[in-house]
């Protein structure tokens, strides 16, 4: 997996854009989802497998919130 989270921007239409400030939270499902900005205050949510949540946690790049 790549250092980097990244996600699909719903306001600016742009795919694979970098988040920033990535928290990892687990859905009441059992899935996980990622949450963070893109550094101009736009707002970005992805979902990722468990083994991608916990290895941007492991490299720091994301935080956990559970």
Do not use: F
Not at 39 to 49: A, F, P, R
Not at 52 to 63: C, F, P
């Amino acid at each position: 997996m790549s250092k980097m989270l990244t996600a699909y921007c719903m306001k600016t239409k742009e795919k694979n854009v970098p988040m920033q400030d990535a928290v990892i939270t687990k859905t009441s499902r059992g899935g996980y989802m990622a949450q963070g900005h893109d550094g101009k205050g736009n707002k970005m949510t992805t979902m990722l497998s468990e083994a991608n949540a916990l290895q941007a946690v492991k490299d720091g790049v994301a935080k956990k919130s559970w």
